[in-house]
């Protein structure tokens, strides 16, 4: 990282970024009873039209679920949003999920005549459920548990998860680089490999519309305690993020959005990558030792295994030593927002334990060595995951509003997000694929032979 740390000094000394540190005073919106209460009041407007189509659903759910999402923690008005986000997934057949919400809304309200309508619609739900001997609602969990039979696809996807490398091989040449090849032969349509990747993050164009941490469809999603920019599926989603990196992301992501220039959201994913890595490694010292391990490592084929020489994809070092070759415009955009984010990192939160500096004292910290090695790692990842990132696609992966996929994609109009995952990273491009990538609903990625695939040849694809 030698290089990177030269152009990171350099940048968190210059005159811009100082000039830029002295007017960091910017507070953004957090919870806001009053945002919430107009979201909601827009969605109701668009859900009382008598007719709907695909996009005003869409519309009428990302209202309701933003209201959840400004809503004050055990509010009334967080209620309201529960109740009306419920009676629209009532409307939608998804009657499970207008349960959930119906509950989290009885547990919160006070108010006798919100309670009416709510009874009244749970009592619906149960019927068209066919439940309606239940009253507590736990049960229907546990009906619902009962009537799931094991799918023989998932099962065998499974297992194509458990062992990767049981299929293919890492090799290396100088020509192309660290590739992946077969360790047998395949014939069209056959799975070679299913990965889960190793972080990813939701369409910051639809925040609402999915799970932040695990990219489901987040029906009856529930808010973050503290921050208004994104939803979690469920409770363990929400736990899971905070204790992996949320705690942190979630007060500087709104500072880094604001404050970077020609803000793309890799930036988001490599301040993940970052946070996830630090919980991994503990402290700042053991954190460098493994960079600087990384670093010095000379085999181009095995760098970024484990000792005993087993390519991890759960862990940093699978993500830290993948390629990070992108434009010189790109890379100065990403020097700049770097030192940006590493401000904001800085000031808006507990990373360093500096307990909310001033602007003053901030100047003078960008001179620290665990400042500097941070800032250094985070431009690092930012040209890696610039490099690699995989965007997640819709089931279909076909745009919803039929445009050309490089368009779709750049607009990111359709897509659930992006992700990074190590294996998948190491295929190399052609214009003749043998290969094509496809996504789960849990956004894992299956790579599937398109033409007979000999054993020991080379994994391309488009």
């Not at 770097?338 to 100047?363: D, H, R």
């Not at 445009?403 to 190399?428: D, M």
Request: aromatic fraction near 12%; glycine fraction near 2%.
């Amino acid at each position: 990282m030698y290089f990177e740390e030269d152009l990171m000094s350099e940048q968190l000394l210059n005159l811009d970024f100082n000039e830029f540190i002295t007017k960091i005073n910017t507070k953004y919106i957090g919870k806001n009873s009053k945002i919430s209460t107009k979201v909601r009041q827009k969605g109701n407007q668009l859900y009382i039209r008598k007719s709907h189509n695909a996009e005003i659903h869409k519309e009428i759910f990302n209202l309701y679920s933003m209201s959840v999402t400004f809503a004050i923690d055990a509010s009334e008005e967080l209620a309201l949003a529960y109740g009306n986000r419920s009676a629209f997934l009532l409307h939608l057949g998804k009657y499970k999920e207008s349960l959930e919400d119906l509950d989290k809304a009885l547990n919160i309200t006070m108010s006798n005549i919100l309670k009416v309508k709510l009874y009244c619609r749970r009592v619906e739900c149960l019927i068209l459920l066919g439940l309606s001997d239940i009253l507590d609602c736990n049960k229907v969990n546990v009906v619902s548990k009962k009537e799931d039979k094991k799918n023989p696809l998932i099962e065998k996807l499974l297992e194509k998860e458990k062992d990767i490398f049981s299929n293919i091989d890492i090799n290396y040449s100088e020509k192309y680089g660290r590739y992946l090849v077969t360790t047998k032969e395949y014939k069209p349509g056959q799975i070679i490999y299913v990965e889960t990747p190793y972080v990813a993050c939701s369409n910051n164009k639809n925040p609402y519309i999915y799970c932040c941490h695990c990219l489901a469809i987040a029906w009856a999603g529930i808010p973050c305690k503290y921050c208004n920019w994104c939803i979690f599926c469920s409770v363990k989603c929400r736990v899971e993020a905070w204790k992996t990196y949320h705690n942190i992301e979630c007060s500087v992501f709104p500072y880094i959005k604001k404050f970077s220039k020609n803000f793309v959201q890799s930036f988001q994913l490599s301040v993940k990558v970052m946070l996830m890595g630090m919980k991994e490694f503990d402290t700042i010292d053991k954190f460098k030792s493994e960079i600087e391990y990384i670093d010095k490592y000379n085999d181009k084929r095995t760098k970024g295994f484990l000792n005993d020489e087993v390519f991890v994809n759960t862990k940093f070092r699978s993500i830290y030593s993948l390629s990070n070759n992108i434009s010189k415009q790109q890379f100065k955009t990403n020097v700049q927002n770097t030192a940006i984010a590493l401000a904001c990192i800085i000031k808006y939160t507990s990373f360093f334990k500096f307990n909310f500096v001033t602007n003053q004292e901030l100047k003078s910290l960008i001179k620290n060595s665990e400042v500097v090695f941070i800032g250094t790692l985070l431009l690092k990842l930012i040209n890696i995951t610039c490099n690699n990132r995989h965007i997640i696609f819709n089931s279909l992966q076909a745009c919803n509003k039929n445009s050309q996929p490089l368009r779709c994609a750049i607009a990111q109009c359709c897509s659930k997000g992006i992700c990074l995952a190590p294996v998948s990273s190491l295929i190399n491009n052609s214009c003749i694929p043998n290969v094509k990538r496809c996504f789960t609903e849990d956004h894992k990625i299956i790579i599937y032979a398109v033409e007979t695939i000999p054993q020991n040849s080379q994994v391309n694809i488009k």
